[in-house]
Every structure is written in C-alpha cells, then in structure tokens.
Nanobody, 124 residues
C-alpha cells in the first residue's frame, strides 16, 4: 500500500506562487500515473496535472496550462506541483494521487492511493 503525504498548501494573494509536495512511500508501479487533483466543496475531484511516471509524460487541465508544472524526483519518491500566477478560482483542496491506471489518468476513481489533501487559498 502506497502512502502519500502532501505539504506546501497555504494562503497566497492572486498572482503569487506555491509549491506542493507529495512524499510517497511504498511500491510505485512505474507504468501507472501519478497526479494532482483538486476538489471544490460539493464537487467531484478534478485532475489538475498528471504524469505518467515511466516516460515522464505530463498533461494538464486547460485551466492551469502554462501556470502549473508537475514534476517528480524519483530519488526522493516525491511528486511536486509548482503553481504560478495563482487565481482565486484555484482555491481548493489539492490531493496527490498514485496508482492511476494508464489511459485513464484523468479519472479519479482509477487511482489506488490518495493523500489527505492540502488546502490552497488564493485571495484577490
């Protein structure tokens, strides 16, 4: 069982930056996806940024393209999300996820492991 621990959330003004980190422990299948999702109250989790860990292929939600960057440090078993030019609409709970089924990396139900989430609040 993979355990994921997020850190780096917080409050920032619009236009600011944050870096989220996700430390993973346990076996990570290199064929799977890892991702950052976010969730607004009352909504389902939506994929923000995805990485297919073996090839390092990334994909982003249209709303964050050009502003967010997902990356991984395999030596540290850590996933990152660099968020720049933050907007109030980026305010949400952000979750790290692992074990996503390749080909379904945007689908939250396809992920086996989740972190507890970290809150990001962007004020205007």
């Amino acid at each position: 069982q993979v355990q994921l621990v997020e850190s780096g959330g917080g409050s920032v003004q619009a236009g600011g930056s944050l870096r989220l980190s996700c430390a993973a422990s346990g076996y990570l299948d290199s064929d799977d996806c890892m991702a950052w999702f976010r969730q607004y109250p009352g909504n389902e989790r939506e994929a923000v940024a995805i990485i297919q860990t073996y090839f390092g292929i990334t994909d982003y939600a249209d709303s964050v393209k050009g502003r967010f960057t997902i990356s991984q440090d395999n030596a540290k078993n850590t996933l990152y999300l660099d968020m720049n030019d933050l907007r109030p609409e980026d305010s949400a709970t952000y979750y790290c996820a692992a074990g996503g089924r390749f080909g379904y990396c945007r689908v939250w139900r396809e992920y086996k492991s989740w972190g507890r989430g970290t809150q990001v609040t962007v004020s205007s």
